[in-house]
């Protein structure tokens, strides 16, 4: 016995007119960060990239945060293709705002220190997300420029006040629309190869529940440098990312003695 075909010719209709499967979905496999400094055009990408990726809590200075330096986001679906118009929001490098000592917990990086309650003499903002400059264009990019977004112009750097943090992570946890991405060294190369991070000059203190002793570079960070050169390699203290921690690292930090915050400019 034949079915109707007045029983079948919905079904084969909604079958052919429904949205593809997952096509907005990003794919954690195909989906990717990159670390970036220099043009948008010619980008210098992988170690060079990260030699730029340098800051201050204070987020002053020509040295620090150099040459755009930001993180290339690129998201795909799962047939390749890339997916446009997700927003800046949802795109997001994450922080717990501060260590679970303090209180601070969730899915975010537990070792950058960004927040008021324990730093109110510095008066540091309140960060728990750093998010996209722009949203992701029709080939699915778009970028986080560390020292802030140029609206008109995503990927170039602007000082953004607002997005001042303190303390070092190896591994910033990033997310779009939910989806945590893995990061490559270069674009060809292998997913994992790089993980989201900023060489802090400040990378020691203000993890626990004394007050105003995060977000602030000061003779706990500056000694371990010094205690460092000619010794055991120290990943986060060698600055400009050349494989060694000499006196021009140690020279870099001094120079940013004492900032936080506030200081030395105030906003």
């Not at 047939?79 to 679970?100: E, K, M, R």
């Not at 994992?192 to 706990?220: C, F, P």
Request: glycine share 10%; aromatic share 8%.
């Amino acid at each position: 016995m034949k079915t109707p075909a007045a029983k079948w010719i919905p079904l084969v209709l909604a079958v052919l007119l429904a949205p593809p499967v997952n096509a907005n979905v990003p794919s954690t496999a195909l989906s990717f960060f990159v670390p970036q400094s220099g043009s948008l055009t010619t980008p210098t990408e992988g170690a060079s990239a990260i030699a730029n990726a340098r800051h201050c809590p204070n987020k002053d200075g020509t040295q620090v945060l150099r040459m755009n330096a930001r993180l290339k986001v690129v998201v795909k679906a799962g047939d390749g293709s890339g997916i446009s118009g997700i927003a800046a929001t949802d795109v997001c490098l994450l922080f717990n705002g501060g260590t679970p000592a303090q209180g601070f917990t969730g899915v975010g990086d537990d070792s950058i220190i960004a927040n008021f309650q324990f730093n109110q003499l510095a008066n540091c903002p309140d960060v728990r997300c750093l998010h996209a400059d722009a949203p992701t264009d029709q080939d699915g990019v778009t970028y986080i420029t560390w020292l802030g977004s140029t609206w008109s112009s995503p990927g170039v750097a602007q000082r953004d006040p607002s997005i001042k943090w303190g303390g070092y992570a190896g591994d910033i946890p990033l997310y779009v629309l939910g989806f945590k991405l893995q990061g490559r060294l270069t674009s060809a190369s292998e997913p994992g190869s790089y993980t989201a991070h900023v060489k802090s000059l400040d990378h020691a203190g203000g993890r626990t529940t004394a007050t105003n002793q995060g977000e602030l570079v000061n003779s706990l960070d500056i000694s371990p440098v010094q205690a460092a050169i000619g010794t055991t390699y120290k990943y986060q203290m060698d600055f400009d990312n050349n494989g060694i921690v000499n006196s021009i690292d140690l020279s870099f930090i001094k120079a940013h003695n004492n900032h936080k915050c506030d200081f030395p400019i105030v906003n």
